[in-house]
T-cell receptor, first 113, second 114 residues
Framework: SQQGEEDPQALSIQEGENATMNCSYK?????LQWYRQNSGRGLVHLIL?????REKHSGRLRVTLDTSKKSSSLLITASRAADTASYFCATDLFIQGAQKLVFGQGTRLTINP | NAGVMQNPRHLVRRRGQEARLRCSPM?????VYWYRQLPEEGLKFMVY????????ESGMPKERFSAEFPKEGPSILRIQQVVRGDSAAYFCASSPLSGGDTQYFGPGTRLTVL
């Protein structure tokens, strides 16, 4: 199946450090999205990067996409305690004109004060 | 513009009962998606609907599960004769278009089957 895989599964860093999470996928995509999920809550959309884009920024977030390696990375700079959450990448899969998102298992990020 | 609304937020059912989960998409969105999340896992696609049509239900179990998105009112995910393995968080997402567009997620319904 075309499931993204996040790496690492868990990451614990000190406040102020940068956090990097990686995502790999298996087949061609149109776009890749990153979501954040706080414990017991819904998903918050962070960034969408299209297959013809290589890098995208949003505030303290930087996403890269390497379609040749079928991988993406999410960098959070100057981390804060509030960044503690699970982060998921999702790739789109089109079947007969219908889009669905295929999620990885997620990276659980803990920011220690 | 309110976001995607789901209710109830928490639902407890005994084995064999029915569970009905509701989702109201964002205003102007006509595409609804349901996903299921088991503990410590990512979300798994279940079904994609447009108004009055099921477009893709490939991720939904054939037995006991059904979904609808009527012309008026919210989308409903219905689980009949629930079993303990149905315990999960069920998320609804909506988008204005299909294809290359962001899906916006609701807060989810956490179903617990006793």
């Amino acid at each position: 199946s075309q499931q993204g895989e996040e790496d690492p599964q868990a990451l614990s860093i000190q406040e102020g450090e940068n956090a990097t999470m990686n995502c790999s996928y298996k087949t061609s995509i149109n776009n890749l999205q990153w979501y954040r999920q706080n414990s017991g809550r819904g998903l918050v959309h962070l960034i969408l990067i299209r297959s013809n884009e290589r890098e995208k920024h949003s505030g303290r977030l930087r996403v890269t996409l390497d379609t040749s390696k079928k991988s993406s990375s999410l960098l959070i700079t100057a981390s804060r305690a509030a960044d503690t959450a699970s982060y998921f990448c999702a790739t789109d899969l089109f079947i007969q004109g219908a889009q669905k998102l295929v999620f990885g298992q997620g990276t659980r990020l803990t920011i220690n004060p | 513009n309110a976001g995607v609304m789901q209710n109830p937020r928490h639902l407890v059912r005994r084995r064999g009962q029915e569970a009905r989960l509701r989702c109201s998409p964002m205003k102007g969105h006509s595409h609804v998606y349901w996903y299921r999340q088991l503990p410590e896992e990512g979300l798994k696609f279940m079904v994609y609907l447009q108004k009055e049509n099921i477009i893709d239900e490939s991720g939904m179990p054939k037995e006991r599960f059904s979904a609808e998105f009527p012309k008026e009112g919210p989308s409903i995910l219905r689980i009949q004769q629930v079993v303990r393995g149905d315990s999960a968080a069920y998320f609804c997402a909506s988008s204005p278009l299909s294809g290359g567009d962001t899906q916006y997620f609701g807060p989810g319904t956490r179903l617990t089957v006793l």
